[in-house]
């Protein structure tokens, strides 16, 4: 059975605090000091001038303690290695030496845990009706570009900074592509299904905006 939801996709929803349009890297050093990142934004062994965003990929954080469970820890995981595997962003272990911070903030299955994560967030998350099936895996992340402070990890919080730009992106477990040879496909609505749906709308977000990302580098 199809029910309609509060979600776009894979591609869920968009926070924008302030003015999405001014974006950078939550927890970052001021714009002014990143001349000095030594963090190298052309690959050697790609074609000279592509650009590899920096993505730090983490958990909801609350006063300073990570709020991890076995499922968040293993999502998380997941999310890592596809993005890893699809050689189009850089994985960092620091927020602070990221473009990009991805926030796992949980996964479950149907229409009903799915609203109710959405409902979770607070009142600026824009959401568009999806298909989603009763028994349809989902991992639920929030990307994160700008000076968001608390708001970067924890998405109750609304940013309050004017550069804030948070966005809600949900892999389902039903829309695995053919894997390219040589790779296996996940199973259908598999917890790995959901991540690599996942991590292709973040690449995909992060290949759009790459422009912008290198220029508030600069």
């Not at 003015?19 to 002014?32: H, L």
């Amino acid at each position: 059975m199809l029910r309609f939801v509060g979600a776009l996709g894979t591609v869920v929803a968009f926070v924008a605090a302030g003015s999405a349009g001014t974006v950078g890297a939550a927890e970052r050093p001021p714009i002014g000091r990143q001349a000095t990142d030594t963090r190298s934004a052309v690959l050697t062994e790609k074609p000279q001038g592509v650009y590899r965003a920096a993505v730090f990929v983490t958990l909801p954080m609350t006063n300073g303690f990570a709020d991890a469970t076995d499922g968040l820890v293993e999502a998380q995981g997941l999310i890592h290695e596809a993005l890893v595997a699809a050689e189009t962003v850089r994985l960092v272990d620091r927020p602070q030496d990221s473009d990009v911070i991805l926030t796992v903030l949980g996964r479950g299955a149907g229409y009903v845990e799915l609203t109710a994560a959405l409902k979770a967030l607070d009142r600026n998350v824009i959401a568009s009706p999806v298909m989603i099936r009763a028994t349809e895996r989902y991992i639920e992340a929030m990307l994160t570009v700008g000076s968001c402070d608390e708001a970067a990890t924890s998405p109750p919080n609304q940013g309050t900074s004017a550069s804030c730009y948070r966005k809600i992106f949900v892999g389902l477990g039903f829309t695995e592509r053919t894997a390219r040879q040589g790779v296996t496909r996940p199973a259908p609505n598999s917890w790995k299904a959901c991540a690599n749906a996942l991590a292709r709308d973040v690449q995909a977000w992060v290949t759009q905006n790459a422009n912008r990302l290198l220029a508030l580098r600069s």
